[in-house]
C-alpha cells in the first residue's frame, strides 16, 4: 500500500480541461458562472496550473432592499464586511508546491455584469494567478466599466474605478474610486483610495463646502457651536 502511496504521489499527468459556463460560485448574494481552458501538467505533488478562465456569465446580485426608517444594514450583512486582508494558502501536500499561471478575465465587449434591485454595472478582469500552493498571488486589475446605485436619497454613480491586485501584496487590492452623487441641488464627489480594507475618502461637493479626508481611523472632531464634525465612514459606508 505504501509503494502504490509512493507511486501516485509520483506519477506525471498532463491533462487539458475545458468547460463551458460552469458554476463556480453560488450563495444568497452572486453567482458566478466561467468558461475555462486549463492545462494540468506534472507529478501530484508538484504540477502546474495555467491557461485561461474567462469570466463572462458575471455575477447576478439578488441584492435586499433598505430597511424601513434609514439605510442601516441588517446586523448579519454588516458583521460579514472584511477589516483585514485575506491570506490564502495551502500549506500541506499535493498544491502546497503547485505551480499557477492562469489568467482571469473577461473578452472584450463581455463585461462581468453587476445586477440587482438597488445597483447595476458592469466591470473588466484581467487578472492573472500566479505563485505557489503556498504563496499563491492575484496580479492585474478591475477595471469599474460602469455601476450605478439608489440610495435612500439619491443615486451613486461612480465616475472612474480601479481595483489592483500586486504579487507584493496578494490578496490585499489597492483601489481608486471616482464616485458622484446628487442631492437635491448639490452634486457631492466621494474620492476614495487606499487599501480595500483600510480605504481613504475625501468629499467635495458643488457648491462647495471645506474639504474633509477620512478614513476608518479618523476619530470625530468638536467643532464650534452644536454641531459636531461628520465621523469617518464605517466600512459598510465605503462598499460600493
Known amino acids: 500500500m505504501e509503494r502504490d502511496a509512493v507511486a501516485a504521489r509520483t ?6 480541461l475545458r468547460s463551458n459556463k460552469v458554476l463556480v460560485l453560488r450563495n444568497d448574494e452572486i453567482t458566478v458562472r466561467t ?6 501538467k506534472g507529478p501530484l505533488n508538484a504540477g502546474s496550473a495555467n491557461r485561461d478562465s ?10 435586499r ?24 494558502s495551502f500549506p500541506d501536500p499535493p498544491l502546497r508546491d503547485w505551480k499557477f499561471d492562469i489568467a482571469i478575465k473577461t473578452r472584450e465587449n463581455d463585461s462581468f455584469l ?17 505563485g505557489t500552493g503556498l504563496n499563491p498571488f492575484l496580479s492585474g486589475n478591475v477595471q469599474i466599466e460602469s455601476f450605478r ?10 465616475r472612474r474605478g480601479y481595483v489592483t491586485f500586486s504579487p507584493e501584496e496578494p490578496f490585499q487590492p489597492q483601489i481608486d474610486i471616482q464616485a458622484e452623487s446628487r442631492i437635491r441641488k448639490t452634486t457631492i464627489t466621494a474620492n476614495i483610495s487606499g487599501s480595500a480594507t483600510a480605504p481613504h475618502m475625501e468629499l467635495e461637493s458643488e457648491p462647495r463646502f471645506r474639504r ?15 454641531s459636531a ?10 462598499q460600493f
Open 11 to 16: 506519477a506525471c499527468f498532463d491533462l487539458r
Open 35 to 40: 468558461d475555462a481552458d486549463i492545462s494540468l
Open 54 to 63: 474567462f469570466c463572462d456569465a458575471g455575477p447576478v446580485f439578488q441584492g
Open 65 to 88: 432592499g433598505y430597511p424601513a426608517g434609514g439605510a442601516t444594514r441588517p446586523p448579519e450583512a454588516a458583521g460579514a464586511i472584511r477589516t483585514t486582508p485575506m491570506i490564502i
Open 114 to 130: 453587476i445586477r440587482g434591485n438597488l445597483a447595476k454595472g458592469a466591470a473588466a478582469l484581467d487578472l492573472r494567478l500566479g
Open 149 to 158: 446605485a439608489l440610495l435612500p436619497a439619491s443615486t451613486l454613480e461612480v
Open 212 to 226: 474633509r479626508r477620512f478614513s476608518r481611523s479618523s476619530r470625530p472632531e468638536r467643532q464650534p457651536g452644536n
Open 229 to 238: 464634525a461628520m465621523p469617518a465612514p464605517s466600512p459598510q459606508g465605503l
